[in-house]
């Protein structure tokens, strides 16, 4: 069996991360190669400032030939008072992908149990993701609980039965 090691991403590794992304949402069906291009400039811009604040971290998981063929990140949100927890940064997992041939390995599991014993060691109390289809059952296993969490879209939304929207 493949034998993978796993180490925290560092700033040089971003044009990974971004392709993980793209990659993750081109799989969840978005297909508009122009619209991922764009999120992927963004994003590169974003995660950047993040990591170098100290408000996003990425473990990744290389192959023998320390190849990245998986990451999983952690970005440090800023949050408000609440009856869930003292901290005013809530750890939000995403970006949680694994290139296709190297799945089916356990490295999705292996890099959320790091996440999750990191949260623990930093005294987080609650950790929060969104998860896709291909991802619901980990995360049920490892404890997460679906949200009563809602979404409005106001830019790009559609106004049936109006000509005039």
Known sequence: M???TTRMAAV????????HRIGM????GYSDQAQLEEMGRRFAIWVRHKMESGLYFTWLALDP?????????VWLMEWVPHVLGQSEQRPYVLNVFT????????????????ILGWCRDH????????????GRHLYNQLGFTATNEMRLRLIGEQHHGDPHH
């Open 25 to 28: 949402f081109a799989e969840m």
């Open 123 to 134: 005294n987080y109390e609650l950790v929060s993701l969104h998860a896709s289809d291909h």
């Open 2 to 4: 493949t034998e993978y």
């Open 12 to 19: 040089a590794d971003i044009p990974t991360l971004v392709c």
């Open 99 to 114: 290139e296709p041939e190297h799945r089916r390995r356990g490295l999705a599991r292996r890099l959320m149990e790091e």
């Open 65 to 73: 030939d320390d190849h990245i063929v998986a990451g999983a990140g």
